[in-house]
């Protein structure tokens, strides 16, 4: 006879996917909020504090062999993906 009280329950339309067990303030499933935000406080003080137009140039291949390398590692980057661009 199987054991009934291992079975996954239901899950109700309000709970979210999965629970991190232990307790603790990070929400899985759905995603990790503090993350989010961290990265997001990230991004702008970087746009707020660095020259991000001079970084975006100093990151521009430098030769037309350099550009179809990066165009091919981005093709086979999203060979991988499962995000748009497919």
Known sequence: ?????????????????????????NVHGEGNYKATRDYNRGVAEHMKSHDVEREAREAAPRSEEEARQMEQAEREGRKHSKGEGR
């Open 1 to 25: 006879m199987k054991d009934k009280s291992k079975q996954p329950q239901p899950r109700s339309p309000g709970q979210p996917q999965q629970q991190q067990q232990g307790g603790g303030d």
